[in-house]
């Protein structure tokens, strides 16, 4: 059983960042891409970002892209979400995720906690 942990969400102006962190436990973590999801207020949880695990590889939302960046820290077991040029729109609980490489939800088979991320204008 894979145990995902997230931490690193608040509150931050438009135009501000904030780091997110995934902190991974359990058995055979190499065989696991891992992904960040977000999901706002009465919409659908959506692809962010997903690395796999070597940290060799990477791919990004439109959305998000040129702001956001992901990577990872094997010997801590941690992934990171880099959030820059925080707009009010990146407003959304943040959930990471472990699983086979895939931008959708039913490809991911653990899931962390979620961690709300607050942009104000």
């Known amino acids: 059983q894979v145990q995902l942990v997230e931490s690193g969400g608040g509150l931050m102006q438009a135009g501000g960042s904030l780091r997110l962190s995934c902190a991974a436990s359990g058995p055979a973590l190499s065989r696991y891409a891992i992904g960040w999801f977000r999901q706002a207020p009465g919409k659908a949880r959506e692809f962010v970002a997903v690395?796999?695990?070597?940290?060799?590889?990477?791919s990004y939302a439109d959305s998000v892209k040129g702001r956001f960046f992901i990577s990872k820290d094997n010997a801590r077991n941690t992934v990171y979400l880099q959030m820059n040029s925080l707009q009010p729109e990146d407003t959304a609980i943040y959930y990471c995720?472990?699983?086979?490489?895939?931008?959708?939800?039913?490809?991911?088979?653990?899931w962390g906690q979620g961690t709300q991320v607050t942009v104000s204008s």
């Open positions: 995720a472990a699983g086979s490489w895939s931008k959708v939800v039913n490809g991911y088979s653990y």
């Open positions: 690395i796999g695990w070597s940290g060799s590889t990477s």
